[in-house]
């Protein structure tokens, strides 16, 4: 599936592995929640990433973050907006600063929301079309949520700057 990073697509290097596979011993592999302890037993330099489903606490990874470069959120449905508070909380709790993929089945419209949750990357959905992701990074350039990126103005905080300027 093609992955979209900054509203551009990038190859990506991850395999990702079910609960039945044979992990692999070198490379970087993402690996279900129940297998994080396999994960964990390759070699230190291996590059380890978890999928953590929609309805698991991040706290569960708080002890083995240090070792994690990618843990993967789950969209399970568009509806499901738990993946959002899981993002971030990765960054703003547990001061996570690997990738956080998106999966599963979010949608255009939310991008940018993804990414001020912190997300990094989005795995996109089948027959997706990567312009419409691409265009919904580029829409809105101000936002009433705050950022865990600082890139965007919020408008709240622009209002008050605004208002200051005018005085």
């Known amino acids: 599936m093609p992955l979209l990073e900054n509203g551009r697509l990038v190859e990506d290097r991850w395999t990702t592995v079910g609960s039945d596979n044979t992990l692999p011993t070198t490379g970087p592999v993402i690996v279900p ?73 979010p949608l255009p419209d939310q991008y940018e929301f993804l990414l001020r949750c912190g997300a990094s990357t989005v795995q996109l959905p089948d027959g997706a079309d990567p312009a419409v992701w691409a265009q919904a990074h580029e829409r809105f350039t101000t936002a009433y949520q705050p950022s865990v990126r600082d890139e965007r103005a919020e408008g709240f905080g622009l209002r008050r700057f605004l208002g200051q300027a005018a005085n």
């Open 33 to 105: 929640l129940d297998r994080l302890e396999d994960g964990l037993a390759r070699p230190a330099g291996e590059k380890l990433g978890v999928a953590l489903p929609s309805d698991a606490d991040v706290a569960v990874l708080r002890a083995a973050l240090p070792r994690l470069a990618l843990v993967a959120v789950t969209f399970p449905t568009f509806r499901d907006g738990r993946a959002f508070s899981q993002a971030r909380a990765l960054r703003e709790h547990l001061d996570f600063a690997g990738e956080v993929r998106v999966t599963g089945r």
